[in-house]
C-alpha cells in the first residue's frame, strides 16, 4: 500500500511541476514589469525533496555581462510572494506552493 501512495504522490509532484512550469514561463516572459526579471528564462520546474516546495531553475535569456547572480537572486526573493500567488491563481490551489530558485548562468558579483 505505502508504494501505491508513493506512486500517487510523485505523479502529483509531477503534475503540479507541470502547471507550475506553464504558468511561470508566461510570467517570465515579461509579465513582472522587473528589468532584471525580464532578462532570466525559465529552465526547469522540479519537485523539491522533501516534495513541499518547487525548485526552479532560470538562467539568462541572452549572454548579459551587465546582470550579476546577486541581483537575480534579490530580485526573485522581492517577486516571490506575487510568483507563489500568481501560481495559485492559475493552478486553482488553496495554498502557494513554497518556491525555491536556482539561478544558473549569470556572473558572480554584488551588482
Known amino acids: ?8 504522490n510523485r505523479r502529483k509532484l509531477s503534475q503540479l511541476c ?11 516572459e515579461g509579465e513582472l ?3 532584471i526579471l525580464n ?3 525559465l529552465l526547469e520546474v522540479t519537485p523539491a525533496e ?19 547572480r546577486s541581483q537575480v537572486e534579490t530580485a526573485l526573493q522581492h517577486a516571490d510572494g506575487r510568483l507563489r ?10 495554498r502557494e506552493p513554497l518556491l525555491n530558485y536556482i539561478v544558473h548562468g549569470f556572473k558572480e558579483g554584488q551588482g
Open 1 to 8: 500500500m505505502n508504494a501505491s501512495r508513493d506512486k500517487t
Open 18 to 28: 507541470r502547471q507550475a512550469e506553464r504558468a511561470l514561463t508566461c510570467v517570465f
Open 33 to 35: 514589469g522587473n528589468p
Open 39 to 41: 532578462q532570466i528564462t
Open 50 to 68: 522533501h516534495g513541499r516546495a518547487i525548485v526552479v531553475t532560470v538562467g539568462p535569456i541572452t549572454d548579459s555581462e551587465a546582470t550579476t
Open 85 to 94: 500567488s500568481i501560481l495559485a491563481q492559475t493552478m486553482s490551489r488553496k
